[in-house]
């Protein structure tokens, strides 16, 4: 099965700095690529489809790259409200798995 | 309003089973593969199962092959997931989720419920 791996596995940061996540693939997927955000004690949320795609309402401080096996999300100005644990998974085939996840805290 | 709402879980003792159910609602639930996707305590997401929309097709991951089961009622707009043998180790928030598309493959799960947590133990 392909792997997916984030990096890092936390982060902690300032409001207004720029945080990026890693995913990596340990097999191309191409564009089959979700980020999903899970706030505390809540319900995960798709944040963005086929790698870089933002979903309706989703803030324009989030964005998505890549392709292939590296893919990254980024939040170019943290807000107090982006405090989350944020998940990849590949939706390409069987099995659709998430990476391990990155928590995202403010410093 | 598009919904899932999750139900039946609780404690059960290992080597028991339980079955969990989803209605969903807000949207034409018949058109759309459904996933059932588990988190245990602090941990991360585990994708557990796919169903098709008609029900025809089903996956599941290697963690739960071979003892858990994956339905739906198209009528009721319910998806179920029975869970045999259960161990500790199952022991989760278990989360329905929509497809986002129509299509079996190719689509990340753009509605989710709010989860019935399964606690397995003696």
């Known amino acids: 099965d392909i792997q997916m791996t984030q990096s890092p596995s936390s982060v902690s940061a300032s409001v207004g700095d720029r945080v990026t996540i890693t995913c990596r693939a340990s097999q191309g997927i191409s564009h089959y690529l979700a980020w999903y955000q899970q706030k505390p004690g809540k319900v995960p949320k798709l944040l963005i489809s086929v790698a870089s795609t933002l979903r309706s309402g989703v803030p324009s401080r989030f964005s998505g790259s890549g392709g292939g096996t590296e893919f990254s999300l980024t939040i170019s100005s943290l807000q107090p409200e982006d405090v989350a644990t944020y998940y990849c998974q590949r939706y390409d085939s069987v099995p659709w798995t998430f990476g391990q996840g990155t928590k995202v805290e403010i410093k | 309003q598009v919904q899932l709402v999750e139900s039946g879980g609780g404690v059960v003792q290992p080597g028991r089973s339980l079955g969990l159910s989803c209605a969903a609602s807000?949207?034409?639930?018949?058109?759309?593969?459904m996933h059932w996707v588990r988190q245990a305590p602090g941990k991360g997401l585990e994708w557990v199962a796919i169903?098709?929309?008609?029900?025809?097709?089903?996956y599941y991951a290697d963690s739960v092959k071979g003892r858990f089961t994956i339905s739906r009622d198209n009528s009721k707009n319910t998806l179920f997931l029975q869970m045999n043998s259960l161990t500790a180790e199952d022991t989760a928030m278990y989360y329905c989720a929509k497809n986002s598309g129509s299509d079996f493959w190719g689509n990340p799960f753009d509605i989710w419920g709010q989860g019935t947590m399964v606690t397995v133990s003696s």
């Open positions: 807000g949207f034409t639930f018949s058109n759309y593969a």
């Open positions: 169903l098709s929309y008609d029900g025809t097709k089903k």
